[in-house]
C-alpha cells in the first residue's frame, strides 16, 4: 500500500479511535459520578462546616464572628436541603484515621520545626 | 613536541567552527530572546535556546556532558514522564466530571494532528517523520517529544521548538479563528456551571481508572498516562503532600532544565538547517489552527444539538494546551460580555484535550509501527 | 500493509492481559485504598500500588520506564540508602546516648528475624529467601529491602508490603501483645528522665562512631549504617543545613516515590501470585509478634533486674519501626497512667531498635553467604 | 549440613553477634558520656543563657522582661551549681569562627533575599 | 558448611583493615572535625571528610553505592558541572561589568596555577599530574576537579582536600601576603563606584556572550563556562524564577553532598598515603601565595598606571575564590579606615577572577593534550 | 622537548591565552555597556520609579507617605536630569508581556497556595 493511503488508514483508525477512548471515558465518569453522588454531596456538606469553622476561628476577636458563621451555616443549610441525608459512617473519621494523621502531622512538624540543638553551637 | 598539535589543540574550536553553526547559535540567541522579553514558555524555551547555542559550540547531545544528560533523559523518555508526573500533580480534574461530554471537544482537538501527518506524507516525508509532525497538534510538550523521540529523533529540535513556541503564541493564534469562526451571539452564550459535586473518592478513583482504561485502549501512551494519573493520585489523595509537591517542584523543574538543554543540544546545524525543519515549523502551525478549526467545529455542532446552551468558544480549548487554551477561551468569552464566566467549562473541555492529546499520541506509535512504519 | 498487523498493534493491551493481571490491579487497588482512606504508611504504599498496577498494564520493571527507573534505584541499592540518609537527618540519638543501656532492647527486638528465617526454613524454603522473609522482622522499610534485593530479588515485592503494611499497622498489632504480656502494675511503672545532658560534641561524634564500629563487626551493613550516620552527621553538625534540609526532602520524597514505584512495578502476576508470596505475609506477620514477645520480655528481665524501676513497655519498642513504635509505647504507658510520661526512654530503646536492626540485616547478609546459600 | 542446620547456626551466630554488637555500642557511649560529660554541661549553660536572652529580648517590649530573664537565671544557676566550673576556652568562639559564621550567614542572606536585579523588568 | 569460610565471612571487616586504613580514618576524622569545629567550608569538607572514613571501611569509590555514585558525577564530570550551574545562579556580574578593566586582576590572578605547574616538574612530576597540582591555583573547587579528574584521577582526593581546605582559610593565608605587600598608604586609597549602570538587557546577554567567547578561545573549558554561564542566565533573565531556583538549591545541594563523597572515597590509603600527597597539599598552598602575590603586583601596578586611583588590595581578589576573597579585600581595606568601602571594586576583580580560573583550566587541559601529555 | 621545557612552554602560552581571552572579553564589554548606556539608564529610572511607588503604598497608612514619595521623586529626578531622555518604547511593557507574566503569575499562585480539596479529608 501506498504511504499516503497508509496514512489515510491511520487517520481515520486513529480519530477513530480517540473518539472511542474519550466517548467510553465519558460513559465510565457518569456512571462514577452518579454512583459516588452521595458521598460527594456528603464531601461538600463537611468542606462547608469546616469553611464555617474557620470563619468562625478567624473572625473570633470580633463581633462579626457570631454572624459570620451563621451566614455560612445559612448557605450550608441551604445547599444541604437541597441533598439527600447523608450516611453517619460517612461523617465521622475513625480513631485509626485520627492517630495516623496526628502522627504524620507531629513527624512534619517535628521535621521542619524541630530546633537543632547542636546548631546553636 | 610539535607546534603543530598545539596550535591545532588551541584552535580547535574556531576549526570546528562553521557558517552553520553561526546560524543555529543566531537561531538560539532569538529563542533565548524570545524567552526573556516575550516571555514564550521561557521555562522551556530558554534551556532549549542555551541548549542550541552551546551544541553549536562543540556541546551537542553525541559527546561529553550534554551526551550524558540526552542518553539519561531523552532516551530513556524519563524526561517527559517526569513532567507529566509534575503536570497530573497540579490539574483539576473536577471540571471535566461534573461534565464529561466536554470530552467530545477533547477527541475533535486532536484532528489537526492526523490532518497535518496526511499533508506531510503528501510533501514526500515518510512515515514515522510524517507521525512525528504530526504530533505538533497533539499540543502538549511531554507528549510530542515522547512521540518524536521514537519515531523520529533527527527530528526533535525543531518539533520541540515549534510545540513549545506556538504554545506560548496561542494567545495570538487562535483569537482570529475564534472570532471568524462563531459568530456574536454565540460568543455571548452563558453556561451555567451545574457544579455537581465531585466526591473525594471519585476524585482518587478517576487517575487510576483513567489508567486502566487508557493503558488497555492505547497500550502504547501508557508511559504517559500513567506518570500524568500518578501525578493526579498523588495531589488528589491527600495523603502524600511531602510526594505531591516533590513532584510539582524538584522533580518538574529539574525535568524541564535539562529537557530543554537536552533537546537544545540536537539543534547542530547538521540537523537542524535543511528545508525539512522549514516544513516543520509550517506544518506545526497548521496543525494548531487545524486542532482549533475541528475543536470550535465540534463546539458548533454541540451549541447546535443543545439548542445553544453550550457556548462554543470551549471547543478551541478541546486541543489540549493545558492550561492556556482553557484560560483564553474564557477570556475571549468575558471580552464579549464582562460577567459571562466559563472558565469551569473551558477547563473541563481542556483537561478532556489533554486526555485526548495522550491518547491521540499513543494511538499514533502503535498505528505507526502496525504500518510498517518503523 | 496486512490489517491483522495493525489489529494486532491496536489490541495488544487486551491480548496480553491475563486474569492473573486483572486479580494483581485489584491487589493494587486495595493498596491505593489502605494507603488513602487508611492511611497506612501512604508515601510508601500508594506509589507501591500505583506501581503494581502499572506493572500488570504492561510497565513491568524489566521493560521501559520502569526497568530504567529499577536498575537506577534497586539494581544499585540507591534508592534505600538514599531514604536512609533522610532517616538519619531525622533521628535524634540523644535519648539513647543519655540512657544506653536501652542497646539491650534494641537488640532483643531482631529475634523475630532468626525465629522467621526457621520458621521459613521449615517450610521449605531455600536459605536466602527464608532470610529475605525474616529480615522483615528487621521491621525496617529500607534494611528489608536492601537485604531482600541481594538475596531474593524475586520476592521483593511480597516482602516489601508485608514490611510497610505490618509497620502501619502497629498501632493494631502491638497493644494485645503488650496488655497480655505485662501487668497493669508494671505498665504502671514510672521513670525518671535522669536527663544526662548530650554535649554537641558528643552527638556530632557518634554517627562516626556507629559508622566505624558496624562497618568493622558487619561489614555487609556497612552502606545501611553509613548512609544512616551520614544523614545524622549533617544534622548534628549544625554547619551544613543546605545539605540537611535537602536529605530530609528533596532526597528522602524523591527516592521514595521511586523506590515505591519500582518495587510496585516488581508485582506481576508471574512474580506475586504464588502460596510463597502467602507464606511471607503470614510469616511477616509472625515476624512482628515475635518481635514484639522478644523485646516485651526483655523489658520484664530489666524491669525484674532493676527492682521494677524500668517500665517493660518500652521492650515493644525495640523492634525499630523508627518512630511509631516508640510513640505507641508511650502512648500505651499514659493511657494507664495520664501523667506517665515515658516518650524519651521509648525513644531511646526505638533508636537503639534502629540500630539492631541494621546490624542484623547485615549480619544476615554476611552469614547466608558464608553458610554457602548464595 | 542440612539447611535447617545452617538456619540454626545462623540463628545462634546471628543473634549472638547482634548482642555482641549493642553491647559494645553500650560500653562506648557510656565511655564517650563520662569522657564529655564536663562539656555536655558547659553546652546546656550555654544554651539555657541563649534561652535567657530570647526570652528576655522577646519580653523586651513588657515589664515582664527582667522577670522572666531573672526566672531562666535562676533556673540556670541552679543547674550550673551542680556542675563543675567550666574551662574559658570552650565558652568563647574564636575569632576565626566568628568570622566563618558571619561570611556563611552573609552568604545565605544574598542566596535567598536578594532581589533580583532583572526581576522587576 | 566449613566454619572457616563463616568465621572469615564474619571477620572480613577486620581482615581487609590496615594501618593505612587507621590512618586514613584520622584523616577523616581530621576533616570533618575542621568542618564541624572550625567551620571551613563546611559543605564540602564533611561530605569529603565522611567519604574519606568510609572509604577506608570498605566503601571505597571502586564498589558497590560508592561506585555507582562516583561513576555518576566524577567520570562523567557531572557533579562539577552542576555545581556550577548553582554557582553561576548565585553570582551578579554586574560589578565586572560596570568596571570590566578588573579583568586585567582577575587573569593575573592564575599565575599561581603556572608556576605551581613549573615547580611540580622540577619535583619530577609528569606533566598532567603538574597540571592537576597546578590547577590548585584556579582556587575554585569545580574548575580544579573537573580538569584533575581528566588529566589524574588517582590524585583528586588531595586535590580536592587542598582547594577546599587552602579557601576556607583565605581569611588566615591571604591577610600576611597583602600587608607586606602594599603600604598603608596604598591600603587606603578610596575608590568611588562609578556606579555605570548596567541594563538589563546587558546583564541577560553576558552569560551568553561570555560562552560564545570562551568556548571558542578555550574549547576545553566549554563545559564549565557554558554551565557557570547557564546558571547566570536563568538568573538575570528574571523570567524563570523556578529554574533559577531549582539550580541555587536542589541541584547545587544535591550535587554538593554527593560530590563531596564521591571524592572522599577516593581517599583510600593505597591512594592517598604517599609522598605526592604531602607534595600536592605543600604546593597546593604555594599556588595560592602565588596567585595572591601576582594579583597584588597588579593591583600595584594599576595603582601606579592610574596615578594611584585603584586600592591595589583588591588584586588579592583576582584569584577567584568567590566570594570569600572579594569579601576579605574589602574587610582589609575597612580596616585600615572604617570609611572606605570597595566591595563593588573588590567584586568585580573576584567574577573576573571566576571568569579567568575557569579559561585557564580550561586551557591546560588543551595545552597539556596539545604537548602530549595525555 | 624535556617535560620542563613543554612546562615552560605551557606557561607562556597558558599565560599570554589568558590574558588575551580577558582582555577580549574587556573589549567586549566595554562595548556593549556603550551600546546599552542608554537602555541601562531607563531601566534604573524605571527601578527608582518602582521603588518609590513601593515606599508610597507601603508609607500609605501614615503622613510620612507623601513625604517619602517626594523624596525618592527628587532622588529620581536628579539623576533622571544626567541622562538622555528616554524613548517612549522602552518604558511601555507590551499587553503581550503583561498578558503573560500575568499568566505565569496566576499559574504560580495556583501551584502553591491552592488549597487541595481532597486535604482536608
Ligand atoms: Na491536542
Ligand atoms: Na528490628
Ligand atoms: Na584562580
Same mark, same amino acid.
Given at each position: 500500500m501506498s504511504t499516503l493511503g497508509s496514512a489515510l488508514w491511520i487517520t481515520l483508525i486513529g480519530m477513530g479511535l480517540v473518539f472511542l477512548a474519550l466517548l467510553l471515558l465519558w460513559g465510565l465518569m457518569e456512571l462514577m459520578m452518579r454512583l459516588t453522588a452521595r458521598s460527594a454531596a456528603a464531601d461538600e456538606a463537611e468542606a462547608a462546616e469546616t469553611a464555617a469553622e474557620e470563619v468562625a476561628s478567624q473572625a473570633? =476577636? =470580633?463581633?462579626l464572628a457570631r454572624a459570620a458563621a451563621a451566614a455560612v451555616a445559612v448557605a450550608l443549610a441551604l445547599r444541604q436541603a437541597t441533598l439527600p441525608p447523608e450516611g453517619p459512617a460517612d461523617a465521622q473519621v475513625s480513631n485509626w484515621q485520627a492517630a495516623m494523621r496526628t502522627a504524620r502531622l507531629n513527624q512534619r512538624a517535628n521535621m521542619f520545626t524541630r530546633k537543632q540543638r547542636g546548631a546553636g553551637r | 613536541m610539535n607546534f603543530n598539535d598545539i596550535l591545532q589543540q588551541l584552535t580547535q574550536g574556531f576549526q570546528a567552527f562553521t557558517w552553520g553553526n553561526a546560524v543555529m547559535i543566531a537561531v538560539g540567541v532569538v529563542l533565548v530572546t524570545l524567552a526573556v522579553v516575550?516571555?514564550?514558555e521561557p521555562v522551556l524555551l530558554l534551556p532549549i535556546g542555551f541548549g542550541c547555542i552551546i551544541a553549536n559550540l562543540?556541546?551537542?547531545?553525541?559527546?561529553g556532558m550534554m551526551k550524558v544528560i540526552y542518553d539519561a533523559g531523552i532516551t530513556t523518555e524519563l524526561f517527559p514522564l517526569l513532567i507529566f508526573i509534575g503536570v497530573g500533580a497540579m490539574i483539576d480534574f473536577r471540571p471535566l466530571l461534573a461534565m464529561p461530554q466536554m470530552v467530545v471537544l477533547g477527541a475533535a482537538g486532536q484532528f489537526g494532528i492526523y490532518g497535518t501527518l496526511l499533508l506531510a506524507v503528501l510533501l514526500g516525508f515518510k512515515l514515522p517523520q510524517a507521525a512525528s509532525i504530526g504530533v505538533?497538534?497533539? $499540543?502538549?510538550g511531554p507528549t510530542a517529544i515522547f512521540v518524536a523521540s521514537k519515531l523520529a529523533p533527527e527530528m526533535l529540535g525543531p518539533i520541540a521548538v515549534a510545540a513549545y513556541s506556538y504554545m506560548s503564541l496561542i494567545p495570538i493564534i487562535q483569537p482570529p479563528i475564534m472570532k471568524l469562526m462563531t459568530t456574536r451571539k454565540e460568543r455571548l452564550v452563558r453556561m451555567e456551571y451545574a457544579g455537581r459535586p465531585v466526591s473525594h473518592r471519585l476524585a482518587v478513583a478517576f487517575p487510576v481508572i483513567v489508567t486502566l482504561v487508557v493503558s488497555l485502549v492505547a497500550p502504547s501512551a501508557a508511559p504517559l498516562i500513567a506518570t500524568l494519573m500518578l501525578g493526579n493520585l498523588l495531589r488528589e489523595s491527600g495523603v502524600v503532600d511531602r510526594l505531591s509537591k516533590a513532584a510539582q517542584n524538584e522533580i518538574i523543574n529539574i525535568a524541564t532544565l535539562f529537557l530543554g538543554l537536552a533537546i537544545g543540544s540536537t539543534m547542530t546545524a547538521s540537523n537542524f538547517l535543511s528545508w525539512s525543519t522549514l516544513a516543520v515549523l509550517a506544518l506545526g502551525l497548521l496543525a494548531f489552527v487545524l486542532d482549533t478549526v475541528a475543536g470550535l467545529l465540534f463546539g458548533k455542532l454541540m451549541y447546535a444539538l443543545t439548542g445553544g446552551k $453550550?457556548?462554543?468558544?470551549?471547543?478551541?480549548?478541546? $486541543?489540549?494546551? @493545558?492550561p492556556m487554551a482553557g484560560r483564553l477561551s474564557a477570556k475571549m468569552a468575558q471580552e464579549e460580555? @464582562?460577567?459571562? @464566566?466559563i472558565l469551569m467549562h473551558a477547563m473541563g473541555a481542556n483537561t478532556a484535550g489533554q486526555l485526548g492529546s495522550v491518547v491521540a499520541g499513543g494511538l499514533l506509535l502503535a498505528l505507526v509501527a502496525g504500518f510498517g512504519g518503523m
Open positions: 473570633d =476577636s =470580633s463581633r | 516575550k516571555e514564550y562543540g556541546m551537542s547531545y553525541e559527546t505538533i497538534g497533539a $499540543i502538549d $453550550i457556548n462554543p468558544l470551549i471547543g478551541a480549548c478541546g $486541543i489540549s494546551a @493545558f460580555d @464582562f460577567n459571562n @464566566f
